[in-house]
């Protein structure tokens, strides 16, 4: 018999149950917009989308649209998108202003959200439009490792403490040193978080990506960080070993020619996060490691040769130890929405948001960032597509991705489905985020 435990999540002898409603409920959608998207910290844009003082990004979420400006070199602010005097819109995707100007009736306002111009003023009374009902209404903002975060809730708490733990796991990296090597996004047929779990979980790759089986063993553990997660692979055998589920179980003698097929595969078939770097250093070790060098010593190597390519080109190396590599895992989910995969060179990062308020669709951002040396950085434009089958525009590995994502949306309606039976040990990440949402639903940043 189920017991239920929160709004969604459940959990019987078997372990846990995420209802469908969490998925395909309009009235669950709604309770989202109201409960989880105007009280939470999320994620905007990255700072280098707006390099220079009046440069804006429009961030919309749910029914709420919202302009991120840089207002002072090392200042940025954000507003509600709209206009106090009829309610349109002010700024619409990403640019450049002197000064916000409606399209409508050509009211402005100054970078700092002041009122700048009302056409014809002297026609209202004075008492009856003061600058503070004309000013733009102000949004809270954080920034952290080059993103900037947003907050509809004024009275939330900080960005720093939102992060925690996991901004201790990951500082190290040096995040805000990466710079975008490429952005991609589409529109998916399916529920926002369908989208986040496909990312955070490795528990599909023998399936899904068992292409990757002849060259990692793809068994992972997941561990709940307060509302965040994270999984690795701290129990598997070593990068370039086959998986145990072709070998029985018995380790690769020689993981050299795996580690530099796993990053040629990578760096082919998704060319984003470290695998871009790394690829030069795994053919290095081919090379010049000789066989029947122990696994670890083989990784050591890897790890140096990386290093000294980046080194090399230029690069700043991030000030971070093999432990606290080892301690961060490869893939982190920040609740509620932000995914990334790094390492010291690069990272691969994933958003989901709800595509106004059907749960059936949700709008999907996916981008590659590297490190690049000082001033070398390239300008890099978003590219839309919504062929989810195009392997030139996406690559190998997503569009093995993205083949589930309506098809889970779908197969949610299904009268025989009973609700999502999260693996225990590798889909943990999964059930600390449904256990996360019910309780931010319930209790906001009080939980």
């Known amino acids: 018999m189920n017991v239920q435990t929160k709004d969604g999540l459940q959990q019987d002898g078997a372990g846990y149950v995420v209802g469908a409603d969490h998925y395909i409920s309009p009235d669950f959608a709604k309770t989202e917009a109201e409960k989880l998207w105007y009280r939470v910290w999320q994620m905007a844009c990255r700072e280098e989308e707006i390099p220079n003082v009046g440069d804006f990004y429009t961030y919309d979420i749910v029914d709420q649209s919202i302009i991120v400006i840089r207002v002072a070199t090392d200042e940025i602010k954000a507003y509600y998108n709209v206009c106090p005097h009829r309610g349109r819109t002010i700024t619409e995707g990403c640019g450049h202003a002197a000064r916000l100007f409606c399209k409508y009736h050509g009211w402005s306002w100054k970078l700092d959200g002041t009122i700048a111009k009302v056409v014809d003023r002297h026609e209202w009374p004075a008492e009856s439009l003061t600058d503070d009902d004309l000013n733009l209404v102000p949004v809270k903002v954080g920034r952290w490792s080059g993103w900037v975060y947003i907050n509809l809730d004024p009275d939330s708490i900080s960005l720093e403490e939102h992060l925690a733990p996991a901004k201790a796991y990951l500082d190290p990296y040096d995040l805000g040193g990466l710079n975008y090597h490429w952005r991609k996004s589409t529109i998916f047929d399916c529920n926002w978080k369908v989208a986040i779990e496909a990312f955070n979980e490795g528990y599909h790759v023998q399936t899904t990506h068992n292409q990757m089986l002849r060259y990692m063993d793809d068994w992972t553990q997941s561990y709940a960080r307060g509302r965040h997660s994270h999984f690795g692979y701290w129990e598997s055998m070593p990068m370039g070993s086959r998986s145990a589920r072709l070998t029985g179980g018995q380790p690769t003698e020689d993981i050299r020619p795996g580690i530099r097929d796993y990053m040629e595969d ?165 059930i600390n985020f449904h256990r996360s949402l019910d309780d931010f639903i319930e209790n906001g940043y009080g939980a």
């Open 266 to 430: 990578m760096a082919a078939t998704l060319n984003a996060g470290s695998s871009v770097q790394t690829v030069f250093a795994a053919r290095r070790v081919e090379q010049e490691v000789p066989p029947g060098t122990p696994p670890m010593e083989v990784l050591a190597k890897f790890g140096q040769f990386i290093y000294e390519n980046a080194v090399s080109q230029g690069l700043q190396w991030p000030n971070i130890t093999p432990e606290q590599m080892y301690a961060a895992g490869v893939d982190w989910h920040l609740f509620p929405n932000q995914i990334m995969l790094m390492g010291p060179t690069g990272l691969l990062g994933y958003r989901a948001r709800p595509f106004g308020t059907d749960p059936d669709k949700c709008i999907w951002d996916v981008y590659s960032l590297q490190r690049y040396p000082e001033g070398k950085a390239p300008k890099v434009e978003q590219e839309w597509s919504q062929d989810h089958g195009d392997v030139d525009f996406w690559g190998l590995i997503l569009t093995q991705d993205y083949q589930n994502m309506a098809e889970v949306q779908k197969g949610m309606k299904s009268r025989a489905f009973k609700g999502a039976k999260p693996n225990p040990r590798q889909e943990i990440a999964v």
